[in-house]
């Protein structure tokens, strides 16, 4: 997890992972993909349900959608 878009491209380049998840707003999320897709790694976004740099949200139940993973209240 990383606070920035700059960041996150460093630890691509230096870990080069299997793949990548992001949430981000739509700017980062749109500039994350191209960037990382320029590495050949798969990449996945949830785009965040309030920008900014302070007090963000993201709805959780499109995030595990995303991946694949089961609703935590079932």
Do not use: W, Y
Not at 19 to 27: H, K, L, M, S, T
Not at 51 to 72: F, H, M, Q, W, Y
């Amino acid at each position: 997890m990383v606070g920035g878009g700059s960041h996150a491209i460093n630890i691509v380049k230096n870990a080069r992972p299997r793949a990548v998840f992001g949430i981000a707003c739509f700017d980062d999320a749109k500039l994350g993909v191209e960037k990382v897709g320029k590495f050949g790694i798969p990449t996945q976004a949830v785009l965040l349900s309030k920008a900014g740099c302070v007090n963000t949200e993201v709805e959780i139940d499109r995030v595990l959608v995303k991946l694949d993973l089961p609703d935590s209240n079932e």
